[in-house]
């Protein structure tokens, strides 16, 4: 599967930690070429799901937020989003710079609008937090949130309750033609979400023309989204679980990552070891595409695949 040079690669709306945006020249090539079904098992940003050619994607993940956003995302057009997401900007006096310039706000591109839309971003993060999730307006809430939110990325406390703070940027053109691009790619393709646990993607259900690509949690990174949830038995449970997409003689690639700032993952390198499965080195550094490089930085970025 290679990337075409006149093909728009399509970006996700969400800036999704651990997001492979800039790894999918690298990535996609190494996918098989005749994927009856792509399940994505850690979807996140879904960056690698719009971008691939399939018959039927499922997208799924744990973050029952971040798969009903997906949800609402394919069953609205962005000329019936845009102006909703228009309106509350207007409701809650946010900035609209791509009308209006930095000026307009007193403020410039290098210090962003976070001073002017605090404020505003703040009442509209209590109307979202009080909210039910069964609100027709909730997702069309949290997407705007994450707009105007810091870095763009979705994050909730323990209470439940959307907690990032004011952002630099927002609803700019960038922005616009990202989910435009987004919603349309979703509409054009047989794509569906799912919101489970992974061993719950059941095997038998799987045919050896299926494809399973999976991105989970990264166990010796320091990101927020793993702290608490992703650790040494999650991450035997999932590669139990590729042992037996194998045995199946289901396709699949994993991402990776085997050692970063003098830590390694000793589970998935013994794993690796015993079982003898392909392990392509990513260029982390996004400079290149030689899959093959060894030691290419602190970071060693893998993609390992059973076929």
Known sequence: MQI????EVIKSPLNFTGGKYKLLSQILPLFPKDISTFIDLFCGGCNVAVNVSAKKIICNDIDANLIGLFSYFKNTSYEVLLPKIQKIINDYN??????????FYNCNSANGLGNYNRTGFLNLRK???????????????LYVLIVYAFNNQIRFNSDGEFNLPVGKRDFNIRMQNKLKSFLFTLSNKNISFSNK????????????KDFVYVDPPY????????????NENEEKRLLAYLDELNDNKIRFALSNVLSTDGKTNDILKQWLGE??????H???SYNNSNYHKKNISKTDEVLITNY
Do not use: H, M, P
Request: net charge neutral; charged share 20%.
């Open 94 to 103: 946010l900035s609209d710079s791509n009308k209006n310039g930095y000026t």
């Open 127 to 141: 109307t979202f937090n009080e909210l039910q999730k069964n609100d027709a307006n909730y997702f069309l809430f």
């Open 197 to 208: 646990d992974f061993t719950r993607i059941k095997v038998s259900s799987l045919s050896v």
């Open 219 to 230: 166990l010796i990174t320091c990101a927020t989204y793993n702290e608490k949830s992703w």
């Open 275 to 280: 079982k003898g499965y392909n392990c392509y």
């Open 282 to 284: 990513l260029d982390f």
């Open 4 to 7: 075409n040079s006149n093909q």
